[in-house]
């Protein structure tokens, strides 16, 4: 019930308008956001890779219904990847991407020429690309457009959401040679008719989908903070024979730090999303909604300013 209010009030303007005006937020924003700046997005990064982490910086912003709106996201993401390439990154850092942020709420082809300037940059600072997925109502048009970004951009890295009733059989499309596929629970409302909705049921689908995709050919991204579903992908590894160099683990910058250090220093490969950017709001009210101890977090920061 709180999480949905909570998801809610992540796509109204007026809780938006009193968050983003209330001062006191900066800081507990803080804890989960890398600051607002792309100086802020390298400190960051440079921070984690001194500690033996892989990145993927997230610009925040989405939903965007106009034009010059998405060519300035674009334009942030080029100048992104050229910092990060100057910054000698490439290798360590590549950046994930919101295709409502570039687009897709306007037009899907221009959503695809945006998406493939990005790719371009991207290429050219030797890193990648992932494209988030956002609400269900999306997930056919992102597919469309990661399967046209492959051709050219193979390395294009895909979202597949667990708590979709489908989400089995994207793995299984998805998990061939080349292919690295980020697997999430899903942070998004979506009803009972498209997504499974107890936590059991989205965990077990988890499962399914780590084993479609552990099992495969592809290049499995496990981006769960689940203490539960880490120690089942370890499991998987072993009996799948993977090397700890064909997948890699993905959790979200501020949360379970310590784990991301110890997975980490057993040798994994341990990625950490790292979203930056004004437009903070909707990424923040989503992990609000993961968890009402957060919720707690707060609000008693609120209540002791
Ligand atoms: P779950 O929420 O069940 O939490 C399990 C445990 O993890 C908790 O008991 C707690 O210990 C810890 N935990 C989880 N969330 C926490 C929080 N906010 N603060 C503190 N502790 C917390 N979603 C999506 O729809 N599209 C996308 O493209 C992505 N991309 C993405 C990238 C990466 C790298 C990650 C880690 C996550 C995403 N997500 C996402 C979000 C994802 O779908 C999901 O909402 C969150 O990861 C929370 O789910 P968990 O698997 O962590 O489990």
Known sequence: MLRQALLAASRSDGV?????TAPLTRDVVH???AGETIDDALRVTGALADEGLLVSLDVLGEDVHDASQAEAAVKHYVELLERLAAAGFGGRAEVSLKLTAVGQAIDEDFTLENARRICTAARSASTTVTLDMEEYQRVESTLRILHELRRDFPDTGA???AYLRRAEEYCAELAYEGSRVRLCKGAYAAPESVAFTGKGEVDKSF????KVLMGGKGYPMLATHDPRLVEIAGALAVLYDRDPDTFEYQMLYGIRPQEQRRLAELGARVRVYVAYGEEWYGYFMRRMA???ANLGFFLRSVATR
């Open 159 to 161: 979202v597949v959401q």
């Open 16 to 20: 938006r308008k009193v968050m983003e």
């Open 290 to 292: 993961e968890r009402p």
């Open 31 to 33: 804890r989960f956001i």
């Open 207 to 210: 499962v399914r989908c780590m």
